[in-house]
């Protein structure tokens, strides 16, 4: 059973950065894409960034490119998102997300639907 658990989320103030961490445990494969995703509270989730763990493919959610980075450290089993240029309408909590499959090794899906495993999500809030 895959356990993805948040980290690192706070209050910073507009143009700070952050980043947050997910520690991936119980992966027995590198056939996953793992993905941040954020929701804020009577909206639907959304994807934010994600990546291949086997590959290391990318894929952005429009508004956040050239702000956000995500990476993955496979001897930490951690994947990481390092938020850049902080703006108030990020403030969310942010949920990391694994998919599971042959396809997870060569694209990241921005569909909630598709991703089996969520962790419990860390709060970023960010001030004007």
């Known amino acids: 059973q895959v356990q993805l658990v948040e980290s690192g989320g706070g209050l910073v103030q507009a143009g700070d950065s952050l980043r947050v961490s997910c520690v991936v445990s119980?992966?027995?494969?590198?056939?996953?894409?793992m993905a941040w995703f954020r929701q804020t509270p009577g909206k639907e989730r959304e994807f934010v960034a994600g990546?291949?763990?086997?590959?290391?493919?990318?894929n952005y959610a429009d508004f956040v490119k050239g702000r956000f980075t995500i990476s993955r450290d496979n001897a930490k089993n951690t994947v990481y998102l390092q938020m850049n240029s902080l703006k108030p309408e990020d403030t969310a909590v942010y949920y990391c997300?694994?998919?599971?499959?042959?396809?997870?090794?060569?694209?990241?899906?921005?569909?909630?639907?598709?991703?089996?495993?969520w962790g419990q999500g860390t709060q970023v809030t960010v001030s004007s």
């Open positions: 997300a694994a998919e599971n499959g042959f396809h997870s090794i060569f694209r990241v899906t921005t569909e909630t639907r598709r991703y089996e495993y």
């Open positions: 119980g992966r027995t494969s590198n056939n996953y894409a």
């Open positions: 990546i291949t763990w086997s590959s290391g493919v990318t």
